[in-house]
């Protein structure tokens, strides 16, 4: 409250030297007012902060929620783009169309860290293994659909 009072009368005493400098017609008289309505905003600061209308952080809670949802995102959007890659490079090798899904794995502090399973549809050896060549993993994590 003291570091408060102290803002408000430093505010006044450099609004009034201003003022008392700055001629009072033309461009003076809006300096004034710009610095009126500066001395208006601190004096009013306080009443936003009880209120909490100028509070714009997250809780705790919300922003697990986003870090959540932002992960879901990732691995929804890593998933989607490596099927969609697999079966384009599986038409380019066969010159057939397929199902591919792909479970991504995470590690402890939920970051991506590969492939855990991917599905084929139609499946054969051959193509597990143009799968498993093309990302780098065992074949036998490549599944029937």
């Known amino acids: 409250m003291a570091d408060y009072l102290k ?33 208006i905003a601190i004096v009013v600061s306080p009443l936003f902060k009880l209120s909490g209308t100028l509070n714009l952080q997250l809780s705790d809670i919300e922003t697990q929620e986003l870090s959540v949802k932002g992960a879901s995102y990732l691995m929804d959007e890593f998933e989607k783009t490596l099927s969609v890659r697999i079966a384009e490079k599986l038409k380019t090798e066969t010159g057939r169309s397929f199902q591919v899904t792909v479970e991504g794995k995470t590690d402890e502090t939920g970051e991506i860290t590969g492939v855990a399973r991917v599905g084929l549809s139609p499946y054969s050896a051959d193509f597990a293994k143009i799968v498993a060549e093309y990302i780098d993993i065992s074949q036998d994590k490549v599944v029937e659909q």
Do not use: E, T
């Open 7 to 39: 803002m408000v009368i430093a505010a006044v005493i450099c609004v009034s030297l201003v003022c008392g400098i700055l001629p009072r017609d033309g461009a003076g008289k809006y300096a004034g007012f710009a610095a009126g309505l500066i001395v």
